[in-house]
């Protein structure tokens, strides 16, 4: 107790203004740490940041605690080294905290305002982007000259060393990060790509949404598994990349669906094929139709009211005709909750094929594939009779029958 007493009488005394500032500093940041890191970073997950920056105040803390105690106990310790080692964390924990605020002012300066799931978000742009790799750059220069200064390593020799150990590493690992953070502005500038966008990669099966784009690598969330996916900024790119948030046309994302319709049966003359071939594409007519008031007649099911679903014979197999029926969908909402993807992209495919199946048992047309009956002749030849021995026969006695030829 009496060396804690000792420690808050030379933190509250003021005789030695950087112990006190540092201390005051680290207990305001500890308090505060999540409502100042919400406010600098809205609408992200800064739960581990948070835990990293209130472990990095505590630790400074427990640094400052140690240095006051090997003072106190006159052990050959002069001072100096753990609060120098605290102030070089502070300083750390101060460059991070200017670049994430740096980030949110140059979003908000020169970055892209819009509405997702009814909240005004602020994405990166290609200029936002440029002024926060200038700004970083600052920084890290920054942080940089103020260790050195604190560790008193600024002679020339150690102030070139520590520069030009900075630069060596950045030279040599800048294959790696260099190329993520040149597709990183690639994919900015095209200006195709947002946050909250609804894209295809070539390769991957799922839909993503966009959740981020970092400096580094994308941030996706799996619409069909309910997951993350990180993809490197130069693998995001070099693939195809359908965006579906961002449409051709105000008619909707058109999509695509196969039935398979057996072939129906015809009579003999050429009357009777002309009417059953129009009966037949009359109810195929009318089972589109009927699929697609079904539809519109569902505000579950998100088709497009004002653009007729469209359908031809797209293939004539040999054993069933080939239907390929188009429809449209409504415009993808601004959101990056993936249920309500989902079951705007596949619900709606799904309640189509059951709109479908159901106008089809109404009109009497079977979407089965006719079954393929492969029959196979075979024409070897049967194979040889075995040859046995006979009994003879005992010898008949034919009897003579009399002649029944009467003479005249």
Same mark, same amino acid.
């Given at each position: 107790?009496?060396?804690?007493?000792?420690?808050?009488?030379e933190?509250?005394?003021?005789?030695n203004l950087?112990?006190s500032?540092l201390?005051?500093?680290n207990?305001v940041?500890?308090?505060?740490?999540?409502p100042?890191?919400?406010?600098?970073?809205?609408?992200?997950?800064?739960?581990?940041?948070?835990?990293i920056?209130?472990?990095?105040?505590?630790?400074?803390?427990i640094l400052q605690?140690?240095?006051?105690?090997?003072?106190?106990?006159g052990?050959?310790?002069?001072?100096?080294?753990?609060?120098k080692?605290?102030?070089?964390?502070m300083?750390?924990?101060?460059?991070?905290?200017?670049?994430?605020?740096?980030?949110?002012?140059s979003?908000?300066?020169?970055?892209r305002?819009?509405?997702v799931d009814?909240?005004?978000?602020?994405?990166?742009t290609?200029?936002?982007?440029?002024?926060?790799?200038?700004?970083?750059s600052i920084?890290?220069? %920054?942080?940089?000259y103020?260790?050195?200064k604190?560790?008193e390593?600024?002679?020339?020799?150690g102030?070139?060393?520590?520069?030009?150990i900075f630069?060596?590493?950045?030279?040599?690992?800048?294959?790696?990060?260099?190329p993520?953070?040149?597709?990183?502005?690639?994919?900015?500038?095209?200006?195709?790509l947002?946050?909250?966008?609804?894209v295809?990669?070539d390769g991957?099966?799922?839909e993503?949404i966009i959740?981020?784009?970092?400096l580094i690598y994308?941030?996706?969330?799996?619409?069909r598994?309910?997951?993350?996916?990180?993809?490197?900024?130069?693998?995001?790119?070099?693939?195809?990349?359908?965006?579906?948030?961002?449409?051709?046309?105000?008619?909707?994302?058109?999509?695509?669906?196969?039935y398979?319709?057996?072939y129906?049966s015809?009579?003999?003359?050429r009357?009777?094929?002309?009417?059953?071939?129009?009966?037949?594409?009359?109810d195929?007519?009318?089972?589109?139709?009927q699929?697609?008031d079904?539809? %519109?007649?569902?505000d579950?099911?998100?088709?497009?009211?004002?653009?007729?679903?469209?359908?031809?014979?797209?293939?004539?197999?040999d054993y069933?005709?080939e239907?390929?029926?188009w429809?449209?969908?409504?415009?993808i909402?601004n959101?990056?909750v993936?249920?309500?993807?989902?079951?705007?992209?596949?619900g709606?495919?799904?309640?189509?094929?059951d709109?479908?199946?159901t106008?089809s048992?109404?009109?009497?047309?079977?979407?089965?594939?006719?079954?393929?009956v492969?029959?196979?002749?075979?024409?070897?030849?049967?194979?040889?009779k075995?040859?046995?021995a006979?009994?003879p026969?005992?010898a008949?006695?034919?009897?003579a029958?009399?002649?029944s030829t009467?003479?005249?």
């Amino acid at each position: 107790m009496e060396i804690f007493n000792e420690l808050i009488n030379e933190l509250t005394s003021g005789t030695n203004l950087m112990l006190s500032l540092l201390f005051i500093l680290n207990i305001v940041l500890l308090v505060l740490a999540r409502p100042i890191l919400n406010a600098i970073a809205p609408n992200q997950d800064n739960a581990v940041k948070i835990r990293i920056f209130q472990s990095l105040n505590l630790l400074v803390m427990i640094l400052q605690i140690i240095d006051f105690s090997l003072r106190r106990s006159g052990a050959g310790y002069e001072g100096g080294y753990f609060i120098k080692l605290g102030i070089s964390l502070m300083t750390l924990y101060g460059g991070v905290f200017l670049y994430s605020l740096s980030g949110t002012i140059s979003r908000k300066r020169f970055g892209r305002s819009r509405v997702v799931d009814q909240q005004t978000i602020y994405s990166e742009t290609y200029n936002s982007r440029l002024v926060s790799i200038v700004l970083l750059s600052i920084i890290v220069l %920054t942080v940089i000259y103020a260790l050195i200064k604190i560790w008193e390593a600024d002679s020339l020799l150690g102030t070139t060393g520590i520069f030009g150990i900075f630069i060596g590493f950045m030279a040599f690992t800048s294959s790696i990060w260099a190329p993520d953070i040149v597709s990183g502005m690639i994919i900015l500038n095209s200006d195709i790509l947002v946050d909250g966008d609804v894209v295809v990669v070539d390769g991957f099966q799922d839909e993503f949404i966009i959740a981020r784009v970092t400096l580094i690598y994308v941030v996706l969330y799996d619409i069909r598994n309910n997951h993350r996916t990180l993809l490197r900024n130069t693998q995001f790119i070099q693939s195809r990349i359908d965006n579906l948030s961002r449409i051709a046309s105000s008619d909707g994302i058109r999509q695509a669906l196969k039935y398979n319709i057996g072939y129906p049966s015809f009579g003999d003359t050429r009357e009777q094929r002309e009417a059953q071939l129009a009966d037949f594409r009359k109810d195929i007519d009318d089972m589109f139709n009927q699929a697609f008031d079904i539809c %519109t007649a569902k505000d579950d099911i998100k088709v497009n009211p004002n653009k007729p679903f469209e359908w031809a014979m797209t293939n004539a197999g040999d054993y069933a005709l080939e239907y390929t029926l188009w429809i449209y969908l409504e415009r993808i909402p601004n959101t990056k909750v993936t249920a309500t993807i989902r079951r705007h992209l596949m619900g709606t495919m799904y309640k189509i094929n059951d709109a479908v199946f159901t106008a089809s048992v109404i009109e009497g047309i079977d979407l089965s594939t006719p079954d393929q009956v492969q029959a196979a002749v075979t024409m070897n030849p049967p194979a040889p009779k075995i040859s046995q021995a006979k009994t003879p026969k005992p010898a008949q006695t034919i009897a003579a029958k009399p002649d029944s030829t009467k003479a005249v």
